[in-house]
């Protein structure tokens, strides 16, 4: 089990937040910020959330990791400050997510996109790259795949069984969990993408079809990953025949451990993502309740602080965490939403 994160002032906050979360209270029984959700946001996050509170007007937010689908499954289970406040998400949030929320009074809800990321397969910094496609993938993670003109079991085992070009290692890769959003993304970009070669697929209805593209194998060639991407970071440093699947700023702070190998023949580089030339771009967001900006102190503030051109701008502190900034006239987007939150 992953063990969560938390970015936290003091430890008497701790026991603070503990009880706004858990009990009755009043909105000014909490005065700091609740931020929950993706483990791909995570990092940008608690790095803005520790320089606004080296600002000293308001409290360090707490910031936890937990996944995007995590993240809105606590951001909409009601309104008060018994619940959080914003929800970092490495996907839109979903329409039956959306309906929960409304079904739990939570109807305000503002969206910002913050920048964009690449989703990563990795190998340990020492390991020979091989380069990957989206149909190679797919047929070496896939619960069932195409032999002899039926779907049957995976039974591939190495790389080279997928194709002779690859090494003949064995086919361990360790990637988001289903909470996460960086799971939601990889089975739209990797997995629906590589299952379109194979008529097996094509002749499926719609449901059956999706079912088939998207099922990842359970039989220990694929690890899940609650929460925490720095561990599988970690991991590739110790396993050379290992694969990772993460978001790039795992790759760009840790470019002496791991490095990304080539999908479709593209490099998960900072130019290619920006310029979505890479095929795993994708972008990053949070949202705000809506409801607790006037009641939690902060919020609007945190919010202008994260979209500011010194923290997510080309030259802001985020890129040097990893993220891949806006086009300035999108960024100016999501400073004039952020400004009006303060009004």
């Given at each position: 089990m992953f063990t969560k994160h938390l970015v936290l002032a003091t430890a008497a906050v701790v026991a603070g937040v503990t009880l706004a979360a858990t009990g009755p209270a009043s909105a000014e029984s909490r005065d700091q910020i609740r931020i929950v959700g993706s483990s791909t946001v995570f990092?940008?996050?608690?790095v803005v959330a520790e320089n606004f509170g080296k600002l000293g007007k308001f409290k360090t937010p707490v910031v936890e990791s937990v996944g995007t689908g995590g993240g809105f499954k606590a951001f909409c289970v009601g309104v008060g400050p018994q619940y959080p406040d914003i929800s970092n998400a490495s996907r839109p949030i979903k329409?039956?997510?959306?309906?929960?929320?409304?079904?739990?009074?939570?109807?305000?809800?503002?969206?910002?996109?913050?920048?964009?990321?690449?989703?990563?397969?990795?190998?340990?910094?020492?390991?020979?790259?091989?380069?990957?496609?989206?149909?190679?993938?797919?047929?070496?993670?896939?619960?069932e795949v195409?032999?002899?003109?039926?779907?049957?079991?995976?039974?591939?085992?190495k790389w080279s069984d997928v194709d002779k070009s690859l090494p003949a290692t064995d086919i361990e890769v360790?990637?988001?969990?289903?909470?996460?959003?960086?799971?939601?993304?990889?089975?739209e970009l990797v997995m629906d993408d590589g299952c379109k070669a194979f008529p097996e697929i094509a002749a499926l209805q719609a449901e059956a079809k999706t079912k088939a593209c998207q099922t990842i194998r359970e039989d220990g060639?694929?690890?899940?990953?609650?929460?925490?991407y720095a561990l599988v970071v970690g991991?590739?440093?110790?396993?050379?025949?290992?694969?990772?699947?993460?978001?790039?700023s795992f790759v760009d702070q840790n470019k002496d451990k791991v490095h990304p190998l080539t999908v479709n023949g593209v490099e998960a580089s900072f130019q290619n993502i920006a310029s979505k030339k890479y095929p795993l771009s994708r972008p990053l967001f949070f949202y705000v309740k809506n409801a607790h900006v006037k009641t939690i102190p902060g919020i609007a503030e945190y919010v202008n602080e994260f979209v500011s051109t010194k923290a997510a701008g080309a030259d802001g502190y985020l890129v040097d965490k990893g993220l891949i900034p806006l086009p300035p006239a999108d960024l100016k987007?999501?400073?004039?939403?952020?400004?009006?939150?303060?009004k």
């Open positions: 990092p940008f996050s608690t329409d039956s997510e959306r309906e929960t929320c409304a079904k739990n009074g939570v109807t305000g809800i503002t969206e910002f996109t913050i920048g964009y990321d690449g989703i990563t397969v990795s190998v340990n910094a020492k390991t020979k790259p091989f380069p990957l496609t989206t149909k190679e993938l797919w047929l070496a993670l896939a619960a195409p032999v002899g003109g039926k779907l049957v079991a995976n039974p591939y085992t360790y990637g988001p969990a289903k909470v996460h959003g960086t799971r939601d993304a990889f089975n060639a694929w690890v899940d990953v609650s929460e925490d991991k590739l440093a110790s396993s050379p025949d290992a694969v990772g699947v993460f978001g790039f987007k999501q400073q004039a939403a952020a400004a009006a939150l303060l």
